[in-house]
């Protein structure tokens, strides 16, 4: 069974560092890229990030970039987001979904993880 | 940047109704278009993809059409698991990103 399952979510203050974590089990991890999507309470999808098979091409929406970096460890089988200078729009629940192998659909998502950023 | 807006934001409507789900493009998108589905505390679930097939496991009541800048979610009979926020999603080759539509809720009317 294809599984995501994400972790590392939390409260932090604004301008603080987090790094999320979603580990995958039940595909060849290496042979997908990968997504992050964060969904703000209350509000709909926004994509954030994603990255090739082997790491070597990410791209970024424009809210988030040159504060987020995305990441993966093919070994360990594990999707990193590390956020940086976080802000309280940055307050979301982060999934990360698995894109398909054609046009890069995402399918399966993990349950997500909660960021709050707050004093 | 290519813009999604769905329409209508909500849609009550009873068990075995049809449901008629838009979701239009600021400029072509020709059939790259997704269609997901969300019920309160879960992740999304992919239901549509490449505007008009079917993703594994989902049932013949959803079918999505159109090409272009004008697409179409329709469940031809709702069920009462189908009661959910639903999103299209498209993806841009240049930059290589992905939006999301606003979403359109199916309630219980």
């Known amino acids: 069974e294809v599984q995501l399952v994400e972790s590392g979510g939390g409260l932090v203050q604004p301008g603080g560092s987090l790094r999320l974590s979603c580990a995958a089990s039940?595909?060849?991890?290496?042979?997908?890229?990968m997504h992050w999507v964060r969904q703000a309470p209350g509000k709909g999808l926004v994509w954030v990030s994603r990255?090739?098979?082997?790491?070597?091409?990410?791209s970024y929406a424009d809210s988030v970039k040159g504060r987020f970096t995305i990441s993966r460890d093919n070994a360990k089988n594990t999707l990193y987001l590390q956020m940086n200078s976080l802000r309280a729009e940055d307050t979301a629940v982060y999934y990360c979904?698995?894109?398909?192998?054609?046009?890069?659909?995402?399918?399966?998502w993990g349950q997500g993880t909660l960021v709050t950023v707050s004093s | 940047e290519i813009v999604l807006t769905q329409s209508p934001a909500t849609l009550s409507l009873s068990p075995g109704e049809r449901a008629t789900l838009s979701c239009r493009a600021s400029?072509?998108?020709?059939?790259?278009l997704a269609w997901y589905q969300q019920k309160p505390g879960q992740a999304p679930r992919l239901l549509i993809y490449?505007?008009?097939n079917r993703a594994t496991g989902i049932p013949a009541r959803f079918s999505g059409s159109g090409s272009g800048t004008d697409f179409t979610l329709t469940i031809s009979s709702l069920e009462p698991e189908d009661f959910a926020v639903y999103y299209c999603?498209?993806?841009?080759?240049?930059?290589?990103?992905?939006?999301f539509g606003q979403g359109t809720k199916v309630e219980i009317k």
């Open positions: 490449d505007a008009s």
């Open positions: 979904a698995r894109a398909t192998l054609r046009h890069n659909w995402f399918d399966p």
């Open positions: 400029q072509s998108v020709s059939s790259y």
């Open positions: 990255i090739n098979s082997d790491g070597s091409s990410t």
């Open positions: 999603q498209q993806r841009s080759n240049w930059p290589l990103t992905w939006t």
């Open positions: 039940g595909f060849t991890f290496s042979s997908y890229w």
